[in-house]
T-cell receptor, first 113, second 111 residues
């Protein structure tokens, strides 16, 4: 089944404790992206990657890191999480330059206390 | 910079009613327009994708249209059911691949 898999689904952590949210897709998509969703603010792009070893900042990149060492994986790293990073996170992927649409992961609910 | 607006922010209708959700975007150089459904606290389910060369797409009781010249898309839901209650999001994709979302319309269908 074609899908984007995120882990974990739920995570509660403490301020300053480094964490990684994993994202993997099995569709050979070139483009991958991370979004966060907050009440009243909607979905905002954090980082994106056009292909392996090519990443760039989205609209709200502060406090996050990403890497794209393999085409299928695009982990989101919070090196020193803070309470304002409490949010619902989504990973998504698509083909480049094709009218194919996006596939989203099931989301990761992160709470930083 | 692409901006996507959805009106209304919330909508409550009785079961069986036909309804239209609106989406407008500022940049007509849109590549795709995608409609999603989101249940509370859950992920995004893709409903319909309209490519820039298309005017509309249909899936079951759902029909989505795209008018690039006016910067509008509509999602038509026929014979609404309580199970249709959810937040509906539209998102426009430009040539940079970035997907820009509206803030959604929260739909409640009352039995």
């Amino acid at each position: 089944e074609a899908q984007v898999t995120q882990n974990p689904r739920y995570l509660i952590t403490v301020t300053g404790k480094k964490l990684t949210v994993t994202c993997s897709q099995n569709m050979n998509h070139e483009y991958m992206s991370w979004y966060r969703q907050d009440p009243g603010l909607g979905l905002r792009q954090i980082y994106y990657s056009m292909n392996v070893e090519v990443t760039d900042k989205g609209d709200v990149p502060e406090g996050y890191k990403v890497s794209r060492k393999e085409k299928r994986n695009f982990p989101l790293i919070l090196e020193s999480p803070s309470p304002n990073q409490t949010s619902l996170y989504f990973c998504a992927s698509t083909y480049r330059r094709r009218s194919y649409g996006y596939t989203f992961g099931s989301g990761t609910r992160l709470t930083v206390v | 910079k692409q901006e996507v607006t959805q009106i209304p922010a919330a909508l409550s209708v009785p079961e069986g009613e036909n309804l239209v959700l609106n989406c407008s975007f500022t940049d007509s150089a849109i590549y795709n327009l995608q409609w999603f459904r989101q249940d509370p606290g859950k992920g995004l389910t893709s409903l319909l994708l309209i490519q820039s060369s298309q005017r509309e797409q249909t899936s079951g009781r759902l029909n989505a249209s795209l008018d690039k010249s006016s910067g509008r898309s509509t999602l038509y839901i026929a014979a609404s059911q309580p199970g249709d209650s959810a937040t509906y999001l539209c998102a426009g994709q430009g040539g940079s691949e970035k997907l820009v979302f509206g803030k959604g319309t929260k739909l409640t269908v009352n039995p």
